[in-house]
């Protein structure tokens, strides 16, 4: 399924000064999340591994609403405190550009490449995680907005003119799908790829299940089934039992409509993937009762805060089961992740928008309160910033 279209101009075209600065949608206070205003900004020093994006289009990850809103850490924006760059916020991690400008000892990037960028934008490199293909776990990562790099300035997302980010995380797209798909794929579908794949390595014939038909639930039927698998999604209601059937899925279960309803799968499952945005009416005594022996129930959505697993021991030990987390994925993984959409053809489910102070407003509100199925691309950059290829 293509998604539809959301018809909206842009308010006006803007002059970017080049590489002197950036324009962004940025917010200052977290009250204000919903209304990011397009604000002019002095970009990070650009280092001799550093990549330059001319921004093409940028997914909306719910992660950035609890980033907006400042509900993770509680704490102030940190770049507010920056040592030097702007004191406002641009938010963004599902990036999909053209290079437009390369350090001195830059391999990995073309000018003129279309690239894409996610969560991460900078790693050491040099210790043993970045060196096993687990650098997005790296202890001195840099993630793409609101991160502190080693000089004090804190890193500005994709809801801009430009980004600058380490070579490691632009990510060559190859022809054949369009950029709008893309863009999700780049924070959401390769947080999902990744424990899909390290978790099927190797299994026969394997059957996962996926909690949350969502942003990244919806993604992760359409991948674990390109990866083979037979794949269960679970809901707490039928409303979206059509949609997960149409995206891949084997069979639905409606958790809150089917009493009981593990009790006849024990033993069936190598993987659940655990994608809902809240563990509040998470019921992992259910869930883990239908992992196989020594498997795992992964969680890759994030909550609120406040938000706690309620746990009982008693709840892994007749499979010997665990519970974990998964970060992201690897450069490698989301190569693999890319080429894998190509050859098998999925794509999310994409609704885009024009990006603007009011676009971006949209779909910042709407995302807030669950009106999309099931992702949202802002498209329009160059048409805006007045970019692209000359």
């Not at 790099?149 to 380490?166: F, I, L, W």
């Not at 390595?201 to 698998?229: D, Y």
Request: net charge neutral.
């Amino acid at each position: 399924m293509s998604g539809k279209v959301k018809k909206r101009n842009s308010e006006m075209t803007v002059k970017v000064d080049y590489p002197r600065e950036f324009k962004g949608f940025a917010i200052k206070d977290p009250k204000d999340w919903d209304k990011p205003k397009l604000s002019s900004y002095e970009p990070k020093k650009f280092g001799e591994y550093d990549v330059d994006i001319e921004v093409e289009c940028c997914g909306i990850c719910a992660s950035e609403l609890f980033s907006l809103k400042n509900e993770w850490s509680g704490e102030p924006l940190a770049c507010l405190s920056s040592s030097y760059g702007p004191k406002c916020q641009v938010v963004g991690h599902e990036v999909i550009g053209r290079v437009v400008a390369v350090g001195d000892k830059v391999s990995l990037c073309k000018l003129g490449q279309r690239v894409g960028l996610g969560a991460q934008a900078s790693s050491c490199m040099a210790c043993t995680r970045c060196s096993s293909n687990n650098e997005q776990y790296c202890l001195k990562s840099v993630g793409t907005y609101c991160s502190r790099y080693p000089d004090g300035y804190v890193s500005q997302g994709g809801y801009a003119s430009h980004v600058r980010a380490h070579e490691q995380f632009c990510f060559p797209v190859p022809d054949g799908i369009a950029s709008e798909f893309v863009a999700p794929l780049m924070c959401g579908g390769l947080t999902v790829y990744s424990p899909i794949k390290r978790s099927l390595e190797g299994v026969e014939n394997p059957r996962v299940g996926i909690i949350g038909i969502g942003g990244l639930g919806h993604m992760a039927i359409m991948i674990a089934k390109a990866l083979g698998a037979h794949v269960t999604a679970f809901s707490r209601s039928s409303n979206k039992k059509e949609d997960a059937l149409k995206m891949g899925a084997d069979s639905f279960i409606a958790t809150g409509e089917q009493p009981n309803w593990n009790c006849d799968l024990a033993d069936s499952f190598h993987l659940i993937l655990n994608c809902a945005s809240s563990t509040t009416a998470l019921d992992l005594g259910a869930f883990t009762s239908v992992l196989k022996v020594n498997r795992q129930l992964i969680s890759v959505g994030l909550p609120e805060k406040s938000e706690r697993f309620d746990l009982n021991p008693f709840t892994f030990i007749r499979s010997g089961c665990s519970i974990g987390v998964s970060k992201l994925g690897s450069r490698q993984e989301a190569i693999e992740l890319l080429d894998l959409a190509v050859k098998h053809g999925f794509r999310p489910w994409v609704e885009t928008i024009d990006v603007s102070e009011a676009g971006v407003h949209e779909g910042l509100t709407r995302l807030d309160q669950g009106d999309v199925r099931y992702r949202f691309t802002l498209v329009g950059f160059n048409k805006f910033f007045g970019t692209g290829t000359k």
